[in-house]
C-alpha cells in the first residue's frame, strides 16, 4: 500500500544576508503523490522550490531524488510558475517540446508525443497556433503539457492557476486532477489559496516566515476521486478552518 | 489582409505626392524665384534629364549604403553579443562607443580617407559602418539583456546547456529590440553614405564622381532643381531602405502579426496521420 520514497529533505537551510530564509527542514515525498505547499509571502516556499529543482544551493542539508542527491545540480525536475513563460515565437507544438529542444534534438517521437498531449487534453486544433492567440487558460495548460512531456516524476508547480479568474482556475484545478491521475506523477504544488490545497492535495504542508519553516503537516482525509461537491463537505471545512487558523493565528 | 495593405503603403505614398503637390503650389501661389525653391516637377526633371549620368552615381551610393549598412549591422551584432556576455568586455568598451559617436562624423571622415585610401569607396563604407553600429550593439545590449530571467530559469533547471539556452532563448528574444537598431541604423546609413562621399576630397574612382559631387557642383551653379531633385531622389533611397529593412522585420517576426505558423513550418502537424 505504501509507496517508496521519491523526494527526501534532511536538515535543508538557507540563509540570506543574515535572513533565514528556510530553517532547516525535513521533508519526505512519497511516489505519486500530490503535495500542497500554502504560507504566507517570505515563509520561504519558493526558496525550497528552489532549492529542490537546483536553482539555488542550500547552505545546509541534502535533497535526495529517488535516492539520489541532486544537491545544486538541474534537468530532475519538471517546473511550472504563474507565469506561463510560453516563448511567443514557437507555436504550442515547439512550446511543449521546448525542454527537449533545449538539451538535444527534438525527435519525431517528442513532436508525436507533444501531439498526442495536446489532442487528448483538448488543444489539438491549436498546435500550429502562436501562444498570443489563446486564451490564459489555454496558455497554463500548454505550459503544464509542456512540464508533463519532461517525463520527469516530480512535478513542481508553482501557484500555476494564480492568474486565472476563479471559473478558469476550478476548472483547470478539476483537469489537473485527471491527469494527475492518468500520468501517475508526484506534484509539489505551492498555492496562496485555502480551497485549491485541499481539493487538490493528499497532503498539506503549512509554512510560516521568520524564519521560513513548515508548522503543521496535514493529511487530507478527503476521498478521492474528487469533485466539486466535496467543497462543501463537513471535513474540507474542519480541514480548511484548521489551515486558517495556523496562517492566521488563533480566532480573533 | 487588403485594407491593412492600403493602410501600409498607399497612405504614405498618398501623403508624399500630398507634400509635392503643396510644394508645387506654394511655389506657383507665391512666384517664388526658380534660384530659391524650383517647382517640383522642374526638380523631378532635373534628375530624369540627366539619368544617364546619374544612375551609376545612383547605384554608386546605394551599394555604399547597404555594403556599409551590412557590415555595420555584422560588427555591431558581434560587438552587442560579446558585451552582453562577458562584463568586463562591456564595461572597457562601452564610454569608447558612446565617445565614438559624439566625435562629429565629418571630423572623422578626412583621417578615415587617409587611413584607408582616397578615392576609395572604403572610406565611405567605412562613415557608413561608423553611424550604423552603434545603434545595433546598443540594441542588442539591451535586447540580451531583457530576457526575462523566469525564462533563463526554466531553462536550467530543464538541464540546458548555456549555448542552447542563448539559441533557443536569448537569440529568438533579442529579434525584435535588434531590428529597432537596424531601422534606426538604415535610416541614418545614406546620410553616413553622403557624408563620406563629400569628405573624400578626390573623386571615386569607380564612377570618377559621386553623387554629392555632383550636387555641390549644382550648388555652385546655382542649380537648384538639381539639388532639390537629387535631394529628393537620396531622401527616396533612404526611405527605400528603411522600407526593406522593415519588411525584413515582417519576415523575421511572424508571431507578432500571424496567428499561426506559416504553412512551411507547418510540416510536422500536416505529417499527423490523424489530420483530417
Known sequence: MTSPVLLDLAGVAKTFSDQVVLAPTDLSILEGSFVS????????????????????????????????????????????????????WRSVEDNITMAARLTRKVTAADRAEARSVAERYGLGEFLDHYPKALSGGMRQRVAFMRTLVTHQSLLLLDEPFGALDAQTRLDMQRWLLDVWRESGRTVLFITHDVDESIFLSDRILVMSPRPGRIVADLANPLARPRDLDVLTEPAFVALKSQIMHLLHGGSR | MKRAWVAKVMLPLASFAILLLLWQAVVVVFHVQGYIAPRPLDAIRAVTDNWSLLSPLVAQIIKETVYGFLLGA???????????????????????????????????????????GFGSVKPIIAIVVWIVFFPVTVSVIDGLGHVDQDILNLAKVYGASRWRTFVQIEVPATVSPLFSGLKIGATYAITG????????????????SSLALYIQHAESNLDSPAVYGITLLIS????????????????????????????WRRRTIAASPDDH
Open chain 1, 37 to 88: 505547499i500554502v504560507g504566507p509571502s517570505g515563509c520561504g516556499k519558493s526558496t525550497l522550490f528552489n532549492i529542490i529543482a537546483g536553482l539555488l544551493e542550500p547552505d545546509a542539508g541534502d535533497v535526495t531524488l529517488q535516492g539520489r542527491s541532486v544537491v545544486g545540480a538541474t534537468g530532475h525536475v519538471g517546473y511550472m510558475l504563474q507565469k506561463d513563460l510560453l516563448v511567443p
Open chain 2, 74 to 116: 555584422v560588427i555591431g551584432i558581434f560587438f552587442g553579443v560579446v558585451m552582453s556576455k562577458i562584463p568586463l568586455v562591456q564595461r572597457l568598451l562601452y564610454p569608447m562607443l558612446v565617445l565614438s559617436q559624439a566625435v562629429p562624423v565629418i571630423v572623422i571622415a578626412f583621417p578615415l580617407a587617409t587611413i584607408l
Open chain 2, 193 to 208: 553614405a553622403f557624408i563620406g562621399e563629400l569628405a573624400s576630397p578626390e573623386q571615386v574612382a569607380a564612377t570618377g
Open chain 2, 236 to 263: 527616396i533611397i533612404g526611405v527605400a531602405w528603411f522600407l526593406t529593412v522593415s519588411g525584413l522585420e515582417t519576415l523575421a517576426t511572424p508571431w507578432l502579426r500571424r496567428t499561426t505558423v506559416r504553412r
